[in-house]
């Protein structure tokens, strides 16, 4: 019994660090700092990460993909949360779709798909770069992306892919443009390097453009000093010249030339 005494003293000790540890509410704590010892011990065992690896990176930043990592040399790799570290890197505005694999002991193995530059948007006096779905990339760096098309007004982003996969036949008129100018967010015009405008119709732009097209092969109206192209009217076109000292005079498509909406061409008598 003599040599039994000291284990219960010990046992009951224990028990007494254990109850008032569970009445101070301090067991979470204890084995918060005991799994904490554990996860120190095998970092320092080599289970840290210690190594990234970054596949498909093009213009996300390597602070930016760090940043959302959220992963280091005392990151335990075993309890590393790859699903959250994906979230966080979607939310990179440059990051289409990401993938993190933990690679033991001690490799981070990152998977992005970018999205793409698509155009410059400009809106209330700001630049940026946005994808072909309109998303903001990055504020707009010029010498980076030299040759993406510029659009301009509220909205042009999100409509920019929609109205140059129209344009993409029409490549002359395409070569001659400075901008793309969206007007009340429901139709285009079209800014060319001489200055003359083009106005677009909301709808029909198609057959707007192939009469316009026809125009410039019959009469040269693009290489003409014009201030304004205007194809919004269903039933003709409108010249609008250049002019400083009087109202701008308007002529009307020559005959032969189809509308913008119907197909049907103007005649000299006005019918159809």
């Known amino acids: 019994m003599a040599g039994k005494w000291p284990l219960l003293c010990a046992a009951f000790a224990a028990s007494a660090i254990l109850y008032g540890a569970i009445v101070g509410g301090q067991i979470e704590q204890i084995f918060t700092a005991a799994v904490t010892g554990a996860e120190r011990a095998a970092v320092a065992m080599g289970f840290g990460v210690n190594r990234v690896v970054v596949e498909g990176q ?25 699903d959250a ?13 990401a993938r993190v694999m933990r690679l033991l002991p001690s490799t981070l193995q990152v998977e992005i798909e970018e999205r793409g530059p698509y155009a410059m948007w400009q809106n209330k006096r700001q630049t940026f770069v946005v994808d072909s779905e309109g998303v903001v990339l990055a504020p707009a760096l ?27 036949s029409y490549q002359d008129l395409k070569s001659r443009m400075l901008a793309a100018l969206r007007v009340g967010d ?6 060319l390097r001489t200055g003359t405008e083009i106005m677009l119709p909301d709808g029909n732009i198609e057959m707007a453009l192939n009469a316009l097209q026809k125009l410039e092969q ?24 250049r002019e400083t000292t009087a109202a701008a005079m308007e002529e009307a498509a020559p005959a032969g030339v189809p509308t913008s909406a119907t197909g049907t061409t103007n005649q000299p008598d006005g019918r159809t």
Do not use: C
Request: zero cysteines; charged letters at 25%.
């Open 218 to 241: 019959e009469h040269g109206v693009l290489q003409r000093d014009l201030a304004a192209i205007d194809l919004r009217l269903l039933d003709r076109i409108t010249l609008r010249m």
């Open 58 to 82: 093009r213009n996300a930043t390597n602070a930016a993909i760090t940043t959302a990592l959220e992963a280091g040399p005392e990151t335990f790799m075993l309890a590393f949360d790859t």
């Open 142 to 168: 010029p010498q980076a992306f030299p040759n993406l098309p510029l659009v301009v007004g509220e909205g042009a982003g999100e409509h920019a892919a929609s109205l140059y996969e129209t344009l993409a």
């Open 85 to 97: 570290a994906k979230d966080r890197l979607e939310a990179v505005s440059w990051i289409r779709h």
């Open 186 to 191: 429901r139709r285009w015009t079209l800014k």
